[in-house]
Nanobody, 118 residues
């Protein structure tokens, strides 16, 4: 059984920072690409940032220069450091672990709320 547990969400003022954590149980962490997605009310879920098993990263244009994704394989944890937060960053943030080559899989966490006040 694979579990992804997000933490670190909360309420912050615009311009502030938060660090989200995604801790993975199970044996898939080292072979998975881990992504942070977010979903605001009335909007589709969107990719925020992703880090591959090899450490390559990509992020949405809207967060470039403000958010940084990193992983600690020894702790089976991925972090999303969010700086210079804006009200439009308000959303539920979800962690996803996926692999598109065999063995394929995709797992989601339960989400953590991030609210940025203006």
């Amino acid at each position: 059984q694979v579990q992804l547990v997000e933490s670190g969400g909360g309420l912050v003022q615009a311009g502030g920072s938060l660090r989200l954590s995604c801790a993975a149980s199970g044996r898939i962490f080292s072979i998975a690409a881990i992504g942070w997605y977010r979903q605001a009310p009335g909007k589709q879920r969107e990719l925020v940032a992703q880090i591959t098993s090899g450490g390559s990263t990509n992020s949405a244009d809207s967060v470039k220069g403000r958010f940084t994704i990193s992983r600690d394989n020894a702790k089976s944890t991925v972090y999303l450091q969010m700086n210079s937060l804006k009200p439009e960053d308000t959303a539920v943030y979800y962690c996803n672990a996926e692999r598109k080559t065999m063995p394929t899989f995709s797992y989601w966490g339960q989400g953590t709320q991030v609210t940025v006040s203006s």
